[in-house]
Every structure is written in structure tokens, then in C-alpha cells.
Nanobody
Framework: QIRVVESGGGLVQPGGSLRLSCVAD????????????MSWYRQAPGKEREFVAS????????KYTDSVKGRFTISRDNARSSVYLQMDRLVPEDTAMYYC???????WGQGTQVTVSS
């Protein structure tokens, strides 16, 4: 069973930066972290959960939603079973609960809150 834990959220002023971390350890059907594509999603109050960024397991191909392109960077460290989201030039519209998602077994973390406010 894979366990997913996010960290790194907090309160930051507009224009600031945060780095989210997600550890996804454990085994399911013989597969571990390095076998899975990973994603970050977010959900703002009163809105649906939306895709933010993803990274594939082998070729490290990345994708981003348009609103974060050029500001956010997703990366992974298979040796640490971890995926990261570096968020720069944050704006109030980035305020949301951020969730890590393991695409193969469809496992979500509990989320970490990001608040961008002066």
C-alpha cells in the first residue's frame, strides 16, 4: 500500500515562493514510487479540484496548467520517493489546498494549505 504525505505549505506574500514536498512510499502490486507518474492538484474554497502539474516516471516529461507555466516547477527524486513543486512569483489566485497524486494506483495525499496574502 502506498502512503502519500505532503508538506511545505504555508502563508506567503504575493511575489514570494514556496516549495512543496510529497513523499509517496510503499509498494502496491509490486510497484513502487519510481514506476509511477506523479501529479500535483489544487482546490480553492468553493471550486473544483484542478490539475496543476505532472511529471512522468522515466523520461521526466512535465506538464503544467497554463496559469502556472513559467512560475511553478515540478521535479522528482526517485531515491527519496519524493516529488516537489517549486512555486515562484506566487499570486493570491494560487491560494488553495495542494494535493499530491500517484497516478498508477490513484492515491491522494491529505493536502497542504498554501495561502498567498499580504
Amino acid at each position: 500500500q502506498i502512503r502519500v504525505v505532503e508538506s511545505g505549505g504555508g502563508l506567503v506574500q504575493p511575489g514570494g515562493s514556496l516549495r512543496l514536498s510529497c513523499v509517496a512510499d510503499g509498494v502496491t502490486h509490486g510497484y513502487t514510487f519510481r514506476h509511477y507518474d506523479m501529479s500535483w492538484y489544487r482546490q480553492a474554497p468553493g471550486k473544483e479540484r484542478e490539475f496543476v502539474a505532472s511529471i512522468t516516471n522515466v523520461y521526466l516529461t512535465t506538464k503544467y496548467t497554463d496559469s502556472v507555466k513559467g512560475r511553478f516547477t515540478i521535479s522528482r527524486d526517485n531515491a527519496r520517493s519524493s516529488v516537489y513543486l517549486q512555486m515562484d512569483r506566487l499570486v493570491p489566485e494560487d491560494t488553495a489546498m495542494y494535493y499530491c497524486y500517484v497516478q498508477g494506483p490513484a492515491v491522494w495525499g491529505q493536502g497542504t494549505q498554501v495561502t498567498v496574502s499580504s
